[in-house]
């Protein structure tokens, strides 16, 4: 089975996304965004640019209902600017035009003055009494409270405690597929082809933006040219929607990369502190956690960014007690939202570092440290919440440590080299509270085929070739019987966001809850139309075989059983599996992953080279091994560039990388050879059976490789990405530079 | 690439000269391309374009009786990184290659290109090695220091890299990540029987070339690290000559 949707075309460069082949007349969409990050709208004129001949709309916050605005736990981002500009780039005005000419012309007659407001660059500034406020409630997002025991006595009692400090970089997502789309206006509604990986609710909030009943906004969200989390937002189709809407023509809305780089929502830098304690023999006894994190303009998917952060911050391991406190403070740094590891990501590698400095500390084998602390198969999860209990850590921590000894690196004048691990767990899926649950359809279609339809979205993750084969595994049918329709708001069911790592589980939970009713009105079909009772007959490859006279093809074939009985559909609805906690978000689901990383360092130059990297997720088995072997060499490639070369960074609210000549995302030539050893082994009585792989191997790829920087260099990086001037800084003063 | 454009492709080298002469600041030469594209905005280049890339400037390596290597300034660079003439003579330029863009910019980028676009990387190599510049017209081969005014006015033919049986030549570029990346450093030397030639380029800054007495006995003269950059490149500069360095004069120990 092939891994890849449209593997010919996309080789063959004749695949088409879904901003491509428009239909006749499509007229090209252009953006006035913001060239400051913080001003007041004093003066919007788009009349010249409306009666410029060609151009057929020209939209700003004017065209937009007054009370409509974007988010998901706060509402605070209007589609394009609202009297206030909050970060460079922000949409202002949009044009719809018969050229890219005549829309940059239309562009450029459009009138506005800005009146800068002061520039709030630093999350600890944004925070001050007198900063200046980018919102009514203050620069204060969201905060994240919970203690557990009481860590400062604790600490009295630890053997050992050290201190850690990190911040992490603000990593672009970089989809080679910029964000844009197509929309179609009927006399009546519209049609939407622009990626998302939720069509339904884009739908439901298009359509309160035009004020039009759901059914006539169609969205098709898929396939997705990459996302990592940045098509997770409503990104430009609010405005993308208004003006053919305006325009009662087709238009095509495309951001450039320049704009891109300023527009998209990116991974949020956090700002880690950390202090933890273990007794002489190494258990972990307290946790304290200060986290700061820049959300920049707009809430976004930040107030669940800091929860699930907050939730992971303790990784795969039992401490006695903790203290946390995480603040995500508003800035004009661009706007940070959903992003693969989401949150996680930033505070596992903190905390896998802090450990390894505590094992190194109380002289304890980091492997051996992290065993002693593990968490238990039937312990609470980390907030004290009921978990789905996690007996594969344990298997997790074996295969860690039954991995084949590196060779060492000849030992050279010039490199250091150094080994990390990390151990860690996130959870899957939202928390309690979700979107949880999902909805999907089992039919055989007119044209006899078993297909599965769902609005869950392919962003080339595999998502088409697992639900392909999970389909062939749960009906005994041939590879031509079997169809997989996802994608967009025609699914009849709403399968909820595919985000969290949560496609593939619920795929498989659909299916398997749908497959019984829907055999069974397959079989009373077959059974009434070959006049034999139902237990005389076998599905298999075509359709339905009599038991007692087997033949080489099928007494009916499922075309001739959709023929006869018409459409035969079964609609599913499973229940999300989550619980709720007073006071906190929690997960209910974990998925642990552990993770080997070797680093050379470059004593001349500073430079850091990852030379290899193990991943050992458990996820149980994978469904596609092609499509979860992608998932996880493409997470440790973005685990690089997390460590080692990703930041965008701003200066006083300017966006500094606007291209990929500036923004450097690894190249083939710096990613090692990455080795997967799936830990296939989940407790029998597993709800689910199999963990999603979005998400996991980044989040145990990325501690491991900035463990394996401290190891060779014998100090902790307190920044990532690692700059080479720092390692040289360290090195010089350890007295190790040449 | 725009439709606006203006290309010309001259039917020889004569032609190629007298269009330029006629066109003066007008046009300019372009062998990929892929340099001059770098400060184009999205109108694209605003001077009528002289396509070089398929006149015939001879073959791409040939050895001279004296045993230097004369290459073609149009050749593409992947096409010189599998010449076997160049890894048999200087496989450090050919093992280089490996680090300037990639395969698909090395198919369209020329080594005249690289040499005469002011920031190429292949500059510091050849500056170390003493190659001489032959422009058509002016018969006379000049060193890359040498070229001073508008280098692109006149047309560079070949280039050529005197004979290197007795030196041995380190090359290392740093940037931003393995490949693929513009340079922050690029470091080169060239060391004879008894001197040895070093060169610096730092960031953006015009090549530096020093030449001293091998073996050197004395701190790395400060001239090499001059330029506006930060002092983080200029000790990356400083480690990279003083450690490949340090390994030759530990070979003419042993
Ligand atoms: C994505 C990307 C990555 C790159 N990476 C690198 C890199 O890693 N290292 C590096 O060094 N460079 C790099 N470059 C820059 C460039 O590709 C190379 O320097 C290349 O060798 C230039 O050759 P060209 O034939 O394309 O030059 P062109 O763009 O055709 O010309 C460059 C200049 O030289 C002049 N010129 C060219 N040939 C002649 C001639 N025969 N006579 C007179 N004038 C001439 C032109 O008039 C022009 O002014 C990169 C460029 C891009 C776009």
Redesign the interface.
């Given at each position: 089975m092939n891994a890849v949707t449209g593997l010919e075309e996309k080789l063959r460069g004749t695949f088409r996304y879904l901003a491509e082949g428009q239909p006749e007349g499509t007229l090209h969409g252009a953006l006035l965004t913001s060239p400051l990050a913080h001003a007041t709208i004093r003066r919007l004129d788009v009349s010249a640019a409306r009666s410029l001949n060609g151009v057929h709309a020209v939209v700003t916050a004017a065209d937009v209902p007054s009370d409509f605005l974007m988010g998901t736990a706060i509402l605070d981002r209007p589609p394009l600017a609202r009297a206030k500009v909050r970060f460079q780039g922000e949409p202002i005005a949009a044009v719809a035009a018969e050229t890219k000419a005549i829309a940059d012309a239309a562009l450029a007659l459009i009138a506005f003055e800005l009146e800068p407001l002061p520039i709030v660059s630093a999350p600890r500034d944004a925070l001050d009494e007198g900063a200046a406020k980018l919102h009514d409630s203050g620069n204060l997002c969201s905060d994240f409270i919970y203690s557990r025991g009481d860590a400062r006595a604790d600490f009295e009692d630890c053997a050992h405690v050290i201190d850690h400090t990190l911040t992490t970089p603000r990593q672009v997502p970089a989809a080679m597929e910029l964000e844009g789309g197509i929309c179609i206006p009927s006399p009546t509604g519209i049609e939407l082809r622009a990626a998302t990986h939720s069509p339904f609710y884009t739908r439901s909030l298009i359509a309160s933006m035009l004020g039009l009943p759901d059914k006539e906004v169609r969205v098709i969200g898929s396939p997705i040219g990459g996302s990592y989390g940045g098509k997770e937002e409503i990104h430009i189709q609010p405005v993308l929607a208004l003006l053919a809407w305006t325009a009662r023509r087709p238009v095509r809305l495309v951001l450039e990369r320049s704009q891109s780089m300023a527009f998209a929502t990116t991974r949020h830098p956090f700002e880690i502190a950390l202090k933890i304690g273990c007794d002489r023999a190494g258990r972990l006894l307290a946790l304290t956690a200060d986290v700061l994190v820049d959300n920049g303009a707009y809430a976004s998917f930040g107030p669940e960014v800091l929860d699930t952060g907050m939730e992971c911050i303790q990784s795969a391991y039992a401490f006695k007690s903790v203290s946390l406190r995480g603040r995500l403070a508003y800035t004009n740094n661009g706007v940070g939202g959903a992003f693969r590891g989401f949150g996680a990501l930033q505070t596992l590698t903190a905390i896998e570092l802090a450990v390894d400095i505590l094992a190194r500390k109380a002289s304890i084998d980091p492997l051996a440290f992290r065993r002693i602390n593990l968490a238990g198969a039937n312990d609470p999860g980390p907030l004290g919440q009921a978990i789905i209990p996690q007996p594969e850590l344990s298997k997790v921590a074996d295969a860690l440590s039954a991995l084949p000894v590196w060779r060492d690196e000849t030992p050279s004048q010039r490199y250091l080299s150094g080994t990390g691990y990390a151990l860690v767990r996130k959870g899957e899926g939202f928390a309690g509270g979700g979107p949880n649950g999902a909805s999907g359809v089992l039919a055989l279609t007119l044209d006899g085929q078993v297909t599965f339809q769902s609005s869950l979205v392919e962003m080339g993750q595999g998502l088409e070739s697992t639900v392909r084969n999970i389909l062939l595994a749960s009906f005994d049918l041939g590879d031509a019987d079997i169809c997989c329709a996802t994608g967009s708001s025609d699914a009849g069911a709403d399968s909820g966001p595919t985000s969290a790592s949560r496609g593939t589980q619920i795929a498989l939970r659909l299916i398997r809850a749908g497959k019984m009713p829907f055999l069974e009105k397959l079989y009373v079909g077959a059974a009434e139309i070959l006049q034999v009772p139902m237990d005389a007959l076998r599905l298999g490859p075509g359709g339905f075989y009599q038991r007692m006279a087997p033949q080489n093809k099928p007494d009916l074939s499922l075309s001739d059983l959709a023929a006869s009985a018409g459409e035969i559909v079964t609609r599913i609805d499973i229940p999300g599996i989550e619980t709720t906690q007073a006071g906190v978000k929690v997960h209910t689901l974990f998925t642990a992953c552990a993770a080997r990383a070797g680093v050379r360092i470059d004593r001349w130059t500073g430079q850091v080279v990852c030379t290899g990297l193990d991943l050992l997720p458990a996820c149980g088995p994978p469904i596609s091994p092609l499509a979860f072997h992608g998932q996880m060499t493409g997470a440790g490639a973005q685990a690089l560039g997390f460590c080692l070369t990703e930041h965008q960074p701003y200066e006083e609210g300017t966006v500094m990388a606007r291209n990929f000549d500036s923004y450097f995302i690894p190249t083939i030539a710096d990613v090692p050879d990455i080795n997967v050893h799936p830990v296939t082994w989940l407790a029998p009585d597993d709800p689910v059976g199999i963990r999603g792989a979005g998400e996991i191997g980044l989040n145990a790829a990325a501690p491991a490789i900035a463990n394996a920087v401290a190891s060779a260099l014998d100090a902790a990086p307190t920044h990532l990405p690692v700059r080479p001037e720092w390692v040289l800084g360290v090195l010089a003063r350890q007295g190790r530079t040449p | 690439m725009n439709v606006d454009t203006a290309y010309v492709r001259p039917a020889d080298m004569e032609d190629a000269i007298s269009i330029k002469a006629s066109l003066r600041a007008a046009g300019m030469y372009g062998c990929g391309l892929t340099a001059a594209q770098l400060g184009w905005g999205v109108k694209g280049p605003e001077q009528t374009i002289i396509d070089i890339s398929g006149l015939d400037f001879g073959p791409d390596v040939c050895l001279a009786d004296s045993g230097s290597m004369v290459l073609a300034a149009n050749a593409p660079l992947e096409r010189l990184r599998l010449n076997p003439l160049i890894s048999g003579q200087m496989p450090t330029f050919a093992d280089f290659l490996g680090y300037v863009g990639?395969t698909a910019m090395r198919n369209q980028a020329s080594l005249g290109g690289n040499l005469l676009w002011g920031a190429g990387d292949l500059e510091v190599l050849f500056a170390v090695v003493d190659a001489k510049l032959r422009f058509a017209g002016n018969g006379r081969a000049q060193s890359l220091g040498q070229i001073t005014s508008d280098r692109s006015d006149d047309l560079l033919v070949s280039i050529i890299v005197p004979a290197l049986q007795e030196s041995r030549i380190f090359v290392e570029k740093?940037g931003?990540?393995?490949?693929?990346?513009?340079a922050r450093?690029v470091v080169a030397g060239c060391v004879g029987r008894q001197s040895v030639r070093l060169a610096v380029r730092l960031a953006g800054n015009p090549v530096v070339l020093v030449e001293t007495s091998w073996p050197m006995n004395g701190p790395l003269d400060d001239a090499l690290f001059t330029g506006d950059t930060d002092i983080?490149l200029k000790?990356?500069a400083h480690?990279?000559l003083?450690?490949h360095l340090?390994q030759l004069a530990q070979q003419d120990m042993a």
């Open positions: - | 990639s740093l931003h990540r393995q490949a693929f990346s513009p450093v983080h000790t990356v480690n990279l003083r450690g340090a």
